[in-house]
């Protein structure tokens, strides 16, 4: 752990920042086999299976007594009285089954009294569970079994991060169109951020990304990218706070114009330029990374080479 600090205090002295995120956010659990992260701004049920999946766990169940105990444990940093649990009747009314298909007569529960009525199991401060409904926003665990003992070069586990020696970062293309909004929390929940242009060379780079395709193809194809504009007079900075001035900035001609009056974020075109749109167009994206910062807690030493054995 303390090579990790280290690490990271001196990234933070070479971008002369004041904070950065280099603690990790899963911490390891020997008595789960896994990492754990305690969300504890509520949300509804769908909204934490979604976040939990993005960012490479899922939303925890008790499925066995280690994890059971592991979870009430953690209501020591949540103020609320419950929490979401990831077990549901969503498929099936009546047949509840956690997320990772385990029925429910197999989950280690104590029940409370009350039992309620819903769609979805949850956790009280003491332990037990019950019935409620899933769009009840509460605080929530998610859980990342131990299955893979290698991190790799981009700080995570997800192998479709590539890391490249030119710029110093990691990348990873998403094919399916999303909003800008569901672009950025997929980055952000897998431990990244949407790709900021920094400038040409970066912007040659990510331009290589795009998909082949076979006939004419769409010049005004783009990735969502981390740019926004603020304000009436509709200043443009990155989401990392960064004047548009200062980073990659050459706009496709004519553009931004805005269009409608609501064209409020920034895309990157097939063309190599940049481009307005709104926030609720759906584009492909890019996520971006520093290799530097790990969402998951280092393996205690030795134990990754005693469980490679």
Sequence with gaps: MLKIYLICLSYLFMLNLGSAQCDPQYWFNMDVNGWLKVHTIPATWEEAFLRCHYEGAVLASPLTKQLSKALENKFSVISQQSIHLGTHDLYSNGDYFSVEGIPLDSLVLKWSNLRGTGDCLAMSRDGRAFITKCVEPRPYICYKKLDNLTMNICGTFDDAYQFNENTGSCYKRHDEYRTWTDAFKICAAEGGYLLILNDATEAAIVREMFPVR?????????????????????TWITIHGERVEDVFHDWNPGQPDNQRGEQNVGAFLRLGTLNDHSVDSKSMFVCEKDPKVKRFEELPEGLADILGQ
């Design 214 to 234: 076979t006939g004419n193809v769409n010049e005004w194809e783009n990735f969502h990218v981390g740019l926004r504009a603020w304000g009436p007079e509709r």
